[in-house]
């Protein structure tokens, strides 16, 4: 069963995710009659973590209750704030390029896996990181090229170095959404002199404006979905499907992408890797974000992630 933070009451607890409503976890193991620590964190309840068999237990003993006692605990989304599923991570990694379709829309050439190697860059934590339900910010300092981007979110669940490709999915948690929004057009300076690694800079900063980094709005765990490879995305926005692709288009695939990262970064738990954007994007149509644009970015067995533009 998939898992979420959220907040109700002024209060922040975890809880089983369904696409209308929550199960707060507290109510969930006191029907079941579980035993399950009080926390507001998910790392301890998914795949690696310490209380990971406390979780299926509840899992097991929540669906044998009758369906009428199971709809007493629900708490409607209506109701409550989802939060960011990894309130504090350490790093939020993302990858440029990891889709072939994409380069091209962009107009590059097709990209072979044996002849390049994963592009990876960061967004600053405590700035871009946007919970679901909450607004993109269009920046005033460059407003008019603001694009979307849905990801495959990865969380990373054990302390992980120098792994292999073929156990790199062991140290992996579970998997999310993410909307690695972008400025496509951001010139810091105009009326600078070019240097030879300007290009290269107006892309990264255009990636950092605050907000720019909405996550959530669950994780599906890893020992419910064996496959990384085979999940479907969908951005809409306004309702219009502007991105539909599956995640068996990455270059780099996530189990590659975790082993190629953990070669000269250690991997901690709750470290977010966003795997790259499938063809779609805003800036391949000549379409930008404005304010009261509603986008939804989706992956199928995860949720929807929807965050309104302001």
Known sequence: MRLCRFQHDDHVEVGFYSDDYVVPLSSASHAAGVDLPSSDELLSLLPGGAHRTEVEKLQAAWQSLPANRRREFQVSLKDIQLRVPVANP?????????????????????????????????????????????????????????????????????????????????????????????????????????????????WLHGKWHDTFCPIGPCILPTDEAPDPQQLHLTLRLNGNVEQDAATNGMIFPVAAVVAFISS?????????????TPAGVGSSKGKFLKPVDVLEAAIDRIGVLRNPVK
């Not at 990181?129 to 300092?141: M, Q, Y």
């Not at 792994?163 to 929004?181: F, K, Q, S």
Request: proline share 7%.
């Open 264 to 276: 000269f970064v250690t991997l901690r738990p709750g470290d977010i890797i966003a795997t790259g």
């Open 90 to 202: 350490e790093k939020l990694l993302l990858l440029a390029g990891n889709y072939s379709e994409h380069i091209k829309e962009g107009g590059g050439d097709a990209v072979v896996r044996s002849q390049t190697f994963p592009y990876v860059f960061m967004k600053p934590i405590a700035t871009t990181l946007t919970h679901p339900g909450d607004p993109v910010k269009i920046p005033a300092i460059s407003p008019d090229h603001i694009d979307w981007e849905i990801e495959l979110g990865v969380v990373i669940g054990r302390t992980c170095s120098g792994v292999a490709e073929t156990e790199a999915l062991d140290y992996v948690a579970g998997y999310t959404v993410v909307n690695d929004i972008s400025d496509r057009e951001f010139r810091p300076f105009p009326n600078r002199i070019e240097r030879k690694k300007d290009s290269f800079f107006d």
